[in-house]
């Protein structure tokens, strides 16, 4: 028979995969690398290919420096200002919240490309459509709840879990690349149309998202209000 210590390394090492390609799937989702490539098609069309791959080049490389800086010393900056993740989680969630509500009602891609500036690898192509807030606020969050997986189940669990967040990371700059390299083939097949649909199903599957957030930020903060409470109940008898 399989012993304790062996079933209680075979659950967190599957925890710790679940985490990982839930990971991957929040970390693309929320980018949206769809959006991004019909704003980048709306954007890029009067230039010449040179300048297309140079702009993709440049936007691919100024997102992926801002996630990994943001993965890498996201909670640092938080605990610098002096506020907790479960803060963080629920003011993450609101924000991926009104994200969702602008993917289920986006703005046409014309319109962003009126309001556009022309240095548009860096804005708006890496902020804020691939590496946006709310990306951010994923990335920082999910490498808390990797710290965690690392505080319960040890330091190899906690380096699965962590890799994932940085696999996620790498295969939206990849999927982001590819897209916007091959902008005008995908939009000959799915038109205006799919565009909307999929980015509506995507907003969905972010609301879902951030309203977790902030039950799981609720779930962090509540024992310290019901500490504070009893504490002042019992100063008052």
Known sequence: MMSYHHRSLLSDLITALEFVTAAMVSIIVISNPISTSAVFLALTENRSVEEKNGIVKRSSYY??????????????IFELFGFGIGAFRIAGGILLFTTAI???????????????????????????????PGTIVTVVVLMSEAQRIMHDGGLGIG??????????????IVISFYMMVHSERIYGVLKEGGR???????????????I????????????EFIDAAMRATASLM
């Open 102 to 132: 602008g993917m289920l009602n986006p703005a046409s891609s014309g319109q962003a490309a009126k309001d556009a500036s022309q240095d548009i690898a860096l804005i708006p192509i890496a902020i804020p459509f691939i590496s946006g």
């Open 63 to 76: 997102a992926l420096l801002i996630l990994l800086f943001f993965a890498i010393t996201g909670l640092l």
């Open 159 to 172: 380096v699965v879990a962590m890799a994932g967040v940085f696999m996620g990371i790498f295969a939206v």
């Open 196 to 210: 909307k649909v999929i980015t509506r199903i995507m907003g969905l599957l972010v609301m879902a998202i951030s």
């Open 212 to 223: 977790q957030f902030i039950i799981n930020g609720i779930k962090d903060i509540l024992p």
